[in-house]
Structures are given as C-alpha cells and as structure tokens.
C-alpha cells in the first residue's frame, strides 16, 4: 500500500493532460493501448500515472496477472473525468459551430409528439429549399427547453404545449387534438368518436400524470367526475402506441404521433385541445434559417386547417 502526504486542496493537482490519460487507460485497459491511443510512448503513459499516484496520494490502478485493474478510486474519479470529457466535447462543437454562418445553420428541438409527423416534415420541405443548409435536430422534454435555449444549444424549439419563462417568446401557431387509439380488431375501431365517459370504463394507458400532457387528460377526467384508472403509464406517445399493440388496453395520444402508429384512430366527443407553440430567446434575433422554418410551418398549419388565428411571424 503507498504511503505519501496528502496533496494540499489548493493545488490543481489533476490537470487536463492528466485527465486526459487516464481516460485513455480506463478505456482501454492498458499502457500499450492507451499509447497507441495517445500518439505517445508506453514509457511516457506509465511515468505519467505513476506521477499522478503521487500526487494524488492513493493508487489508481493495480497490476493484477499483467494486466492493469482500475481501483475503487479510479472508478469514483472516472465517472467524473467522463463528465469533464462530455463537457469539453460540447466546448469543441460550440467553437465548431461558431465557424459556420448562422444563415446557413439551424439548430432546433421539439416535443417528441411532433417529432414523427410535423417537424420531419418541415425539414424535409427546408431542406429541398436549402440543400447546403447544416441542420441539427434533437428531441427534448419540455421542462428541458429553457435551458436548451438559453444555453445556446438551440436557435428554436418547437413545443406541444406553451412554455412559461421570463427569458422566452413563446408564440402558439398551431392547434392539435388528443384521440383514443386501439387495436385495428376492437369493437371501436370503425367509430367516428368516443365519449370520456365512455373510455372511463375500458382499460386504459395514458400519459403519466406528472407531465404536461397527463395532467391535462386528468383535468378532463376529474372535471366531469369521471373514475378512471391507468394499467400502465407512458412518458411519450409512441410508447403509448407499443403498449397498445402489445393488448394492453386503450390510449390516448396526440394526433401527430396517431397518423402513422398502424392503429386504428377514434376522435374524442368532448375535444382535447393543445396548442404547438414557436419558442425562443428573448435576447438573440431570430436567424434566417429559424423563420423560413417558422414559415413553412405556419403554413403548414393553414394548409390543415389548425392554424391558431391572428399568428403571424415575429417582426426581426
């Protein structure tokens, strides 16, 4: 067991390069390979941990049937040397992006409800416009949007539903509808609607209660008096659809993701509405990139006969 004085807390101790290599020997498992890895010599990568063990006062990794064990320490301290490595790749891209015109850049998120329908179709449509235009698209929860913006990871994000923040336009262009999805084979296949009350006895998935969508299906539910109870909770509509396929009872999605689930698709009676909304920073111009995105699907909206009356585009 080594035995040397604790390093004094002020010092920086484990620097980047330091980081740096020991990564590339937790990943790999060895010297050699983690040199290989580093363009350097196995000589250097072993004087380096060994420089590292002594600094730090405790032993990284032991040398078990020649082959190099990580210790419990190292463990500890990879997990954040990981984050450290997610951190610094995140830098890189961002210094990446800033090279790139923003008139040819688009970075957006949506609600993954209108991630299988709506947004893919209004890339598509940008795309054929701008073939040389770079887009970056991702899916994100809503209450992960603000930051998402004000962090700068995105230009624009795209939400099922209005998102409350001091910092953030957020402006509603497009209505949509909750339905009630089964299985192609049950009795309600061929109806033009179902009434709540009606769901209120059938088994039922339905969104979890503690997300934006969940808590409005509920309202509806309690506002009416209406017992009802979950088998199974979902997150996202698409996981609502598998359970449904799986015969787990009945759901009720948004109409975006119902389109193309290969269910059959019943409207409400009482209608369920929500609003899609546009959000974005209240402290950076709207780039080119992110209003003809806005204008596609603005008319996207009219052309479905869900545009939310008076939007129009945001003056820049």
Known sequence: MM?????????????????????????????????????????AVSKLIQYVESRLGYRLFERI????????????LYREVE?????????????????????????????????????PYALATIKRAVPGLEIQWQSALISDMPAQLLGKKVDLA???????????HSLAFM???????????????????VSLEELAGQDLVLFRRDIPFGRILAGEFEERDLKYASILNFTTAVEGVALVRQGLGIAVIDEFVAQDCGLAVVRLAQPIEFEISFVYSRFEPLSEASLHLMKILLERAASLNRLIKGCKLPKV
Request: charged share 15%; net charge neutral.
């Open 3 to 43: 035995s040397m004085p604790m390093p004094d807390s002020t010092q920086w101790v484990f620097k980047m390069r330091h980081m740096e290599m020991f990564r590339a020997v937790m990943l790999t498992g060895s010297v050699s390979a983690a040199a290989r890895m580093m363009y350097v010599t196995q000589p």
């Open 65 to 76: 049937n020649n082959r190099l064990v990580p210790t419990a320490e190292a463990q500890t």
């Open 83 to 119: 984050r450290v490595y997610l951190a610094a790749q995140a830098v890189n891209e961002c210094a990446i992006a800033l090279s790139v015109q923003p008139a040819r850049q688009l970075r957006i998120c949506c609600s993954t409800t209108l991630a299988t329908v709506l947004i």
């Open 158 to 168: 795209i939400s099922a539903l209005p998102v409350t923040h001091e910092h953030l």
């Open 175 to 193: 209505r949509g509808s909750m339905v009630c999805a089964v299985p192609t084979d049950h009795e309600w296949a061929g109806r033009e609607e």
